[in-house]
């Protein structure tokens, strides 16, 4: 027999006010977002899905700022990294990658699942991409067997954000055919990004980060080479597959039964996002962020990203002292304050904690996030020092000063 | 034709994150109480409504701290006050009556609409009740022409507490046989109260404060004093009167259709309170408060009560510096950080803003909200130290220093 | 200890679809207006909130079809009628009334109570209101001592639908001051209603029938006449006053805290009405009465209303046949096949069910409804013919014939 | 631009009560489970996740009738057909399956993409699988080339129910090895079906339908066989690996991303089913189905399925009078009476309609969704006998007599 439905809600704290989500994702649904799909389910064959359908396939297109196709999927941002790889690329293709973090590592895993030949461009998980080490790649692939360059927008294990425009031109400079694709799972709605004007050829992304929806949605952009070289390439694949998509998406309609509550929501997060305007959006995520790194600082730990100019707008990822777990740190906190920060991951497990601070969050939701740490910190006995939380403060009211990088690794 | 539904979401910080409604209620609504609101209406004279009736008035009772009768309307808290009249008194009695602040003043208003003859004790609306006060004036009243005692346990006004225990015991020493009436419209649910070992008579109290209701319940908890005065007082009613309520009630059920959305809403509320424990909730509101005294100590702004053993956990009043406008700091408080704050009432209009602290709140809520006034006097222009969120966060962490009293006013 | 959260949705059907929900109010909710509701409390003295109290008052007008002051109350229905007393009359004013039905005599038990000398025309609780009778005894009060008449333009005890014009004609052809109060409780949204062309002074209503919103909103819209008349009337009044309301209605806000979230769907329920047309609205209940008639009568059973001019749109009484009991077979249908039907009241229990197909009902909802009394007719053992549930959809289909009257009582 | 959010909404006859969606799926979402989805989402790796990730696979497997595990996809149905065969079988495996309509052949173009070598058993798609063709085709299979047998349990296409528990007993006659799989996509929860005792080794199902979810959930229940076949088996996998999801689900956890909010949906869906009882819930589907043929008689219409013991609860596929288009049909129904059917699929396009009576329909609700297509027929210009409506109340008043078989293809 089930337990009873309140189970699931019983934290020790859930009656005394709202829990503060702070982890790098999924992110808090506005309540317009919610109340958005908290609708009956209607027939996905009718004239008003159809409307629906066209109204976030083309909402979609402006987030991602193509006039290309975007394909929806009802799928975790994980199934759209395999819709980018089996529509692309055949078996044995060799694929640059390059280790950020962990979910370059992942997708890399995926890549040698499906027998692809990666060569994986090891990193210290402090730094992005490097795009110089692209171009010097691309450029002794005389033969052109690099079939695709994967890399991840922003890092959600490290709070490192690759600069895909630099990407994109160290791969023109090497006049390099190779594919460029990219996972904006954790970026996508945060950070600026543009498909067409990057010449990306695929972008992999999800429901839950900046679209501020729940997960359950994975989505990918295509270019039109992408797309011409799924027409021919070596994957066996039903699901994933675009052609299948594209030709009832047309009409505003899907292959199989979509996800419809979750457009809903879509259509609605969408709305929320054009309404303050994209530029405000990405600037609003750099300012929180400032905020707090400013934090960070203030506190005596260190943030793990090393490059100033790939500090995350979506997350900050923060190094324990010495002999101190994160993970314990963690548990106070969610405990004592009723915060979820977001765990150290794979070789990061217990030395890192990472506070999210992307979708709907602003300025005061952020420095209660703060001060929670801040007492986290406390409570748990790890030193540091005082006063992040007025450090971020005075970021907040300075923010052009806050956004000024202050050292360079 | 009516605007777009759209139209009344559209702050110009709707996109980037929750609001933070700091007034001194209505507080935020928690999202258990909005789903469990989010109902099909029901038949109210069927069995399943029974039931639901029967839960909501034993509820109640466990709330208010009593064993009598608690009577439910669909109203404001306005209605409960009038009730509490209407039901116990005769046009051109005598009622003793303080002037904690602005309510106790429209509650002597109302008295007086009803032709009753209201000795009002003076006050500068930054004290409670003398306890002292009330016994001399019923001492003085030898012939019992006072018919009841009137007063507002938590000045919403002011943020002032009176100690209504302290009251019973005053009214016991001079041996009056007055009614004891008590507007607990903000102190009901977040400060500690109990109606019967204080031998209260009416307690008055609403939906939208500390039970964390959407407004439209109004309240009152009758002594079995306070009813038999109901049998023979010489008020004309209908709509308030309790002999037609409390005969369905018996059942469950109520004499005109009630509000059975709130009903839905006042369960689960009285739930989430049981379920943290009145004691830890009452606790929590200490706590907070007294952060909240902290940082406006160190603003080196005033708070507007002069009496520590009055503070009230329910909201903090706070006095801005000569010539700055509250309502100004105010808009621009709402304009760039999206937080609501209380306005200066009557005659504190421009003079106080007010912080609440109730309901569904929680430190971090708390630490956001305070960050926001901090943010706020400094773009507003207003003359203050820095450093008040951080010196709420010690208080928080250090929650007994911080409940001592600091100085006595 | 409070009962499970669950336990008020236990019905023994619960698992097995929709209850249908035939009382004559409250009517269902339409999921658009739970949505509207269901959203976070707002200050109520914000510029948010005072976008929503302009456009809510304004749709209210156009509801209500006046162009003058219309006041909501957190109120039930009954409130409404008092402040129709409260407002406009004095102690000892003589009031015509007419017993049309259950709702006629508690509006007069009011009155009572507010001790005004009622003229109670007798009634057989199976005709509204007759003119003639209003016109007779008003050109016999020479002295003008009837300062109102105060009629109930639907019934809802009785499926009756009083001609409130020409009652107003009637008034006017006696050419007698007395002010005009009208209960549209059950009718408006649902039966045409013209506050200003008909020249009503007081209508009172409620949300919970044709606005299809839950109970805990109470309206009066207010003549010219009537607003004078409250100027000087005797009755002391506080939480009703409307010169109270009206100062700060003016600007979109309300004297104490309003029913915010009932407000919210207010606004939604509004906009519902004026999308499909209130003439749609008017003829969509004629149409679906026309249809329940039909079902009735192949029943064999009989409509409680005898003048097919005052068929009620809105729900319809049946007779039960002789030593056969409505409320025996309300309990079979309502355990059976999940449907509440409105029970017989005062001296019609036991003698008459009702059905509501009010507010949101369409033809499919009420063919199930139907369906549900013929198989809880058989079900109960209740003497009738087959064939209504057949006759009701013939009817809908010729919907002129069906809405053409049958016999004349 | 997009357009506004209302406009999804505005259907013509929004505004007068509930759509009557009777397509086979998505089913009505009921308000119990919208209600449990509208919650702020929770960290997917944080112990409030975890319980409830333990409490829904623990609820699938008591639906499945299953000790093994159940593995939950954030994908459709689509999906989960493609988790059976990726994980299962390797390219060229000869596969046995039925055409049994329009998801069978689905399923094996699917089967086709990943190579397969699919011996595809043609069908009229009036019938089920043959259970004597599936044992002569396996008695034949000397060599056991055949791999796997797959079949649809509930053919969405056509109304036709296949006896899944005799074809498991034709395969063991057979004495063949062959996996048995099963698509249980619009079965599960409305038919009755036991993974376990029937020896199926792979079930695959989705959330939409007899679960009532919204879409966006495919589930696979794995037996020991299957579970130890993927472990040699020859298709690259990544999204659908089974053991990657039951690493972490053996805690509560996803490997990815789940769709938390369906989750939420999923554990209250199975609550409600287990509440009514699955017997209860089977039986209910197989009354109102019987009451659907009953009407359909009436009319003088065809039901599609041919074979008696073959009728599926879940819908009922009607076959139009020649020349008569059932599109035009649907249009006419769905723009006069608010009501969805189904559309006949592939080569039965225009020649068929369905009626859902699934998941959360009970009798009133069928009731008005046969109204409504006795009243679109007429409309339509279909010809047909009336009274279908009367006949299917006459069912469900004697549902032992609807129940017979009256007969036999």
């Known amino acids: 027999m089930l337990r009873s439905a309140r189970s699931t809600e019983d934290r020790p704290m859930a009656g005394k006010g709202r829990h503060f989500l702070n982890i790098p994702g999924p992110s808090p649904v506005p309540e317009r977002v919610l109340r958005a799909m908290n609708r009956q389910i209607i027939d996905h064959r009718g004239p008003e899905f159809q409307t629906l359908g066209r109204e976030v396939l083309e909402g979609c297109r402006t987030v991602f700022k193509t006039r290309q196709p975007v394909v929806i ?29 962990h979910f370059a590592t992942l997708w890399r895993q995926m890549a040698a699942r499906w027998r692809l030949d990666v ?42 954000t690759s600069r895909v425009a630099e990407i994109r031109k160290a791969i023109d400079a090497a006049n390099h055919p190779a594919l460029l694709l990219v996972d904006t799972i954790s970026s996508l709605g945060s950070v600026d990004y543009a498909h067409d004007e990057w010449g990306v050829d695929v972008t992999v992304s999800c429901s839950q980060k900046g679209l501020m929806l729940p997960p359950g949605l994975g989505f990918t952009a295509i270019s039109e080479k992408a797309l011409k070289a799924s027409k021919s390439n070596g994957f066996m694949r039903s699901y994933w597959d675009w052609e299948e998509m594209l030709k009832p998406n047309a009409q505003g309609f899907f292959p199989y039964t979509p996800a419809t509550n979750l457009l809903f929501g879509l259509k609605e997060a969408i709305d929320i996002l054009l309404e303050e305007g994209l530029d405000q959006v990405f600037a609003r995520h750099k300012r929180l962020a400032a905020a707090t790194r400013a934090a960070v600082e203030a506190w005596g730990l260190e943030v793990l990203c090393k ?3 790939e500090y995350s707008p979506v997350l900050t990822a923060v190094l324990m002292p010495p002999s101190h777990d994160a993970d314990a740190f963690r548990k106070v906190a969610l405990e004592k304050y009723d915060i979820s920060l977001g765990t150290g991951l794979a070789k990061l497990a217990g030395k890192v904690f990472r506070i999210g601070h ?16 801040e007492m986290g910190l406390a409570a748990a006995g790890v030193p540091h020092r005082r006063g992040g939380v007025a450090a971020a403060l005075a970021a907040l009211e300075q923010p052009e000063a806050a956004n000024a990088p202050r050292k360079v690794a």
């Open 307 to 309: 490059n100033p100019a």
């Open 358 to 373: 992307l979708g709907e969050c602003n300025e005061l939701m952020l420095m209660g996030a703060l001060s929670g740490v």
């Open 119 to 160: 060569d994986f461009v090891p990193g210290d998980w402090r730094h992005g991409v490097d795009p110089a080490v692209i171009e010097a790649r691309l450029v002794d692939d005389k033969a052109h067997a690099i079939k695709a360059v994967a890399v991840v927008h922003n890092e959600t294990s490290t709070g490192v």
């Open 73 to 101: 999927y009802p799928s975790s941002g994980t199934g759209a990294w395999e819709s980018a790889i089996v529509n692309t690329l055949s078996p044995g293709d060799k694929v640059l990658m390059v280790e950020t973090g």
